[in-house]
């Protein structure tokens, strides 16, 4: 069974109960067909700017691209536009132009629509799996494996006993703690309380999917790391100025991945984020790195971004690096 298709009652006795797949399979990504190549999302969840999780737009539409290529085109890459707000009110239709069909590459356009209106724009490619002759990645980070960590509903739940807590950091972290989310996040570097304050630009999570994916179809993989690719995304930027500008909103503009191996989003993958860049105007870009077995790499995306409040309005660049830890000696390289 292909895991772009939902599990249906009945079906592959070997799967786990339905309790036990990820919620990101059997709902938040599971797209309803309409027509050739048109699609329905419908919401998991609202953040409380009322405004869609981008990250569920991102994955969606990669799912749907994904529904109209070969079972052996695997996306090494998507390039995506914000271009309006989503409504929460009423669902998402997904758009697929099949733009070109080749032997060896792919590639799709998606357009998201809303009252009739795009709210995003996505151009996905996918290839024949190859081997290459040329490979080389970057080292995987010497950081504490996510055993070893809190995860984040015990660390936001040890910051909120703690009686010297600032009264303007409690509201911020009970809203955190009522949400839920079908990811699950460990911080490598947790902040003190003192350093809540100012911190630098830069942050590193263990990340996965709550619950179970399996092997499954790559592609699926592939659009959980897009859904995740969201979260703690934008805050990053604000590390440094948290607590000198009121900000309004935070909302990315467009968003870019790129996959090179293949990896499972059901298993942690350590999350590397870092603003080298924020001001009054300009682009930035943010790179991403998946290691999978052993330090493999396996994707990479960027984002630029716009942020405004009273006293800021401007642009920022954010890095971000995925690296998924893997079985030893297993290499999967870029």
């Known amino acids: 069974m292909s895991a772009l298709q939902a599990p249906q009652d009945g079906q592959d006795a070997g799967d786990p109960p339905e309790d036990l797949r990820s919620v990101l399979v059997t709902s938040v990504l599971n797209l309803e067909p309409l027509d050739e190549d048109l699609f329905r999302g419908r919401h ?14 991102v994955g969606q539409a990669l799912v749907a691209a994904a529904k109209s290529v070969n079972e052996d085109d695997h996306v090494h890459s998507l390039h995506c536009y914000f271009v309006r707000a989503g409504d929460p009110k009423v669902p998402v239709l997904y758009q697929v132009e099949r733009t070109r069909t080749g032997a060896s590459f792919s590639v799709r356009s ?13 151009q996905a490619s996918f290839q024949q799996t190859q081997p290459s002759p040329v490979q080389h990645q970057f080292s995987m980070p010497t950081v504490p494996p996510p055993e070893e960590l809190l995860d ?29 989310v079908p990811v699950e996040i460990k911080l490598v570097k947790p902040p003190t309380l003192s ?19 399996g092997e499954g179809d790559i592609k699926m993989h592939c659009c959980v790391a897009a859904y995740i690719s969201d979260y703690a995304f934008l805050g ?29 989003a059901d298993h942690w993958m350590l999350y590397e984020c870092e603003s080298p860049w924020a001001g009054e105007c300009g682009a930035t870009w943010d ?3 998946d290691l999978g077995v052993a330090g493999s790499l396996h994707f990479l995306w960027g984002t630029s971004q716009v942020i405004s409040s009273p006293a800021l309005l401007g642009f920022g660049i954010l890095v971000f690096k995925m690296r998924v830890r893997g079985r030893t000696g297993h290499l999967l390289s870029s």
């Open 44 to 57: 998991y969840w609202v953040p409380t700017t009322q405004r869609l999780f981008g990250g569920q737009i």
């Open 110 to 122: 998606v357009k998201a629509v809303q009252h009739g209106k795009p709210i995003f724009i996505c």
């Open 152 to 180: 984040y509903e015990a660390l936001v739940d040890q910051y909120l006993r703690d009686p010297n807590l600032q009264e303007k950091y409690r509201v911020g972290l009970n809203r955190i703690a009522a949400r839920e």
């Open 195 to 213: 350093q809540l304050e100012s911190m630098e630009p830069k942050q590193m999570f263990w990340v996965r999917a709550r619950g179970y994916i």
């Open 236 to 264: 990053t930027a604000m590390l440094p100025h948290r607590w000198q500008h009121k900000v309004h909103f935070m909302v990315s503009l467009d968003h870019s991945m790129w996959f090179h191996a293949p990896f499972r």
């Open 287 to 289: 790179k991403g790195t």
